[in-house]
């Protein structure tokens, strides 16, 4: 009996010893897929957005030159009859007056999917950053000063930092990624980069608002997404999502697309193209926040 028992626990303990590590090493990746990196780099891209187009005086020369290129107003634009300015005309959302009526539907929408879901946590995350991120918004733009270091025209003083309406679609994308099933999470993130390259691109070529504007409105966006993914429980942490190798690269493309011709203005080439630069950058941060960063930290885990 002894030899018989003998091999038989060593056969046993080892099997046990196999699965012991795999079980207590389940919840460490879980917690290393909630960086606090994202989250500092974002906001460390707000402000060095801020302190060199804002409180530089070669900064500040750039943009208002940018200002002076082509005529003065959006109606050379190409999306000008969507934007709420046109006599007659019904804005696309969020901009002119649709801007808090999209931002109250949104909250709805974010509301209803964590209800049906039951996603407690990652629904509290969603409203979140969206509140944070639309009411950071106005509370920086109300304090933040724009000192006139070059001798601006007045018209050029009354721009805010961050853009507002560029805020809402990036805002609202980020949020919905945390309440939407995985399966259709990377196509949520397409729309919602889609729709923020249009508005972005729009905000900047009809003159409401400077690139610097609207690319620290995403970067503010991104830094309250990475905060909220960081404080979330491991339990409640976006994951990796499977979707198409080619999603990524369709769909910057497609938002590249979106750039151009939501930039576009009959008058300069110029501005038109700065404009779809600063709106594909905006719509590749997103993008990047929401799903590229799981699949990276899957390979890390993993490894």
Not at 44 to 72: D, H, M
Not at 207 to 217: D, F, I, K, M
Not at 258 to 270: E, H, I, P, Q, Y
């Amino acid at each position: 009996m002894t030899q018989h028992d003998s091999p038989s626990l060593p056969a046993h303990r080892p099997g046990v010893s196999r699965q012991a590590p795999e079980a207590s090493d389940d919840p460490s990746p879980s917690r290393t897929t909630r960086p606090w990196m994202p989250a500092l780099l974002y906001t460390l891209g707000f402000l060095t957005v801020y302190l060199l187009a804002i409180c530089t005086p070669w900064g500040q020369r750039a943009e208002n030159t940018w200002f002076s290129l082509g005529k003065q107003g959006g109606e050379e634009a190409w999306l000008y009859p969507l934007s709420g300015k046109a006599y007659g005309s019904t804005p696309l959302p969020p901009l002119e007056l649709s801007a808090k009526p999209t931002l109250m539907v949104g909250l709805a929408v974010i509301v209803l999917l964590t209800l049906v879901r039951r996603c407690w946590w990652p629904g509290c995350a969603a409203l979140g950053v969206v509140i944070l991120a639309t009411g950071g918004n106005d509370l920086l733009k109300s304090t933040l000063p724009r000192p006139d270091l070059v001798g601006a025209p007045e018209n050029l003083l009354d721009q805010g930092f961050p853009s507002g309406h560029t805020a809402i679609p990036a805002a609202l994308t980020l949020a919905a990624v945390l309440v939407v099933s995985p399966r259709i999470r990377p196509y949520v993130a397409t729309v919602g980069v889609l729709w923020l390259a249009c508005i972005a691109a729009a905000s900047a070529t009809m003159g409401g608002h400077r690139p610097s504007e609207v690319l620290g409105a995403t970067l503010l966006a991104c830094a309250c997404y990475g905060l909220a993914t960081w404080l979330l429980p491991a339990s409640a942490a976006p994951g990796a999502t499977r979707s198409p190798r080619a999603l990524p690269v369709i769909t910057l493309t497609l938002a590249l697309a979106v750039a151009l011709v939501s930039g576009a203005r009959n008058d300069t080439l110029t501005r038109s193209l700065v404009s779809a630069a600063t709106a594909f950058t905006c719509a590749a941060l997103v993008w990047y926040a929401t799903a590229g960063r799981p699949a990276r930290h899957t390979r890390h885990t993993l490894g």
